[in-house]
Antibody
Framework: EVQVVESGGNLVQPGRSLRLSCETS????????MHWVRQVPGKGLEWVSG????????GYAASVKGRFTISRDNAKNSLYLQMNSLRPEDTALYYC????????WGQGTLVTVSS | DIQLTQSPSSLSASVGDRVTITCRAS??????LAWYQQKPGAAPKRLIY???SLQSEVPSRFSGSGSGTEFTLTISSLQPEDFATYYC?????????FGGGTKVEIK
């Protein structure tokens, strides 16, 4: 059974940091690119960041470039998102998604940036 | 960056209707386009990949077409479970981008 479970979301003050994790199982994590996608409740989807299977190719949305860092640990079948200098507009539900034939997504972890 | 313009932003339709949603890219993206369906409270679900390939277990009433900069998602006969929001996604180059979404509502 495929499992994709995000964690690390929380209420945090503007300017602070947060690290999201995505633990996976049930598929070959180490051969697929992975992505973070976010969604403000009631709004559309926004792609945040993606990383290739070997971490050699990484991309970021302009809105997070220079503040967020994506990484992965293939030995742990896990994906991460280090979020620094958080802003109120980063408030959203953050999904982890596999760029693979199976189209695996988690249920998301909520990040709220507010004073 | 590649922009995706999705239209319409919403539509009302009846069960059995044929529904077409369009996604226009600001530059050519070959066939690197996917379509997603999202229902309230749920994660997105991919329907179509590589412009016109049907995701496993997705009903055949869904189809995709297009190339270059103009793409279409068609639902041949709308079913009650198809009322949802639909998004296109280009994965031709970083940064990836989603269209603004199309909410399909019951008429």
């Amino acid at each position: 059974e495929v499992q994709v479970v995000e964690s690390g979301g929380n209420l945090v003050q503007p300017g602070r940091s947060l690290r999201l994790s995505c633990e996976t199982s049930g598929f070959s994590f180490d051969i697929y690119a992975m992505h973070w996608v976010r969604q403000v409740p009631g709004k559309g989807l926004e792609w945040v960041s993606g990383i290739s299977w070997n971490s050699e190719s990484i991309g970021y949305a302009a809105s997070v470039k220079g503040r967020f860092t994506i990484s992965r640990d293939n030995a742990k079948n896990s994906l991460y998102l280090q979020m620094n200098s958080l802003r109120p507009e980063d408030t959203a539900l953050y999904y982890c998604a596999c760029d693979c034939a199976g189209d695996f997504w988690g249920q998301g972890t909520l990040v709220t940036v507010s004073s | 960056d590649i922009q995706l313009t999705q239209s319409p932003s919403s539509l009302s339709a009846s069960v059995g209707d044929r529904v077409t949603i369009t996604c226009r890219a600001s530059q050519g993206i070959r066939n690197d386009l996917a379509w997603y369906q999202q229902k309230p409270g749920a994660a997105p679900k991919r329907l179509i990949y590589a412009t016109n390939s049907l995701q496993s277990e997705v009903p055949s009433r869904f189809s995709g077409s297009g190339s270059g900069t103009e793409f279409t998602l068609t639902i041949s006969s709308l079913q009650p479970e198809d009322f949802a929001t639909y998004y296109c996604l280009q994965h031709n180059s970083y940064p990836l981008t989603f269209g603004g979404g199309t909410k399909v509502e019951i008429k």
